[in-house]
């Protein structure tokens, strides 16, 4: 069974459209990675980019079965399932940081506030 027929099967299983099943995995993936990494402070870009590491595993399989199917790998559609994957991760890590960088000016502020007292 070629890659594209079990990502076929997955996504008919629970009514998505491939494009909306790059976006959920690549979502679902980059938080259950966030989470296993929380303890790092370089989290955020571990987790991208074990994202995108998987995302490129995947495409890369995509376009063996392409190259199979039709002699050549279909590149516009490659690019749109790694947008499709990669934008909503980058946007999250985007946000993360400043929200991490907001928070941890704050605990600098409160201690030099707490220390001038």
Known sequence: MRWYNI???VAGSISLSHDA???????????VLLGLFRQSSRRL???WTLTL?????????DGYDWIVWTGTIN??????????????PAV????LSYRDRVDSSLVVRER???TNE
């Open 75 to 88: 590149w516009i559609e490659s690019l749109k399932d790694t947008l499709n994957t990669m934008f909503w």
């Open 45 to 47: 870009a571990i987790a």
């Open 21 to 31: 099943m790059h976006v959920h995995v690549g979502l679902l993936l980059f938080f």
């Open 92 to 95: 999250a890590a985007v946000v």
């Open 7 to 9: 990502k076929s099967w």
């Open 112 to 114: 030099q506030t707490t």
């Open 53 to 61: 590491a998987a995302t490129l595993f995947n495409e890369a399989l």
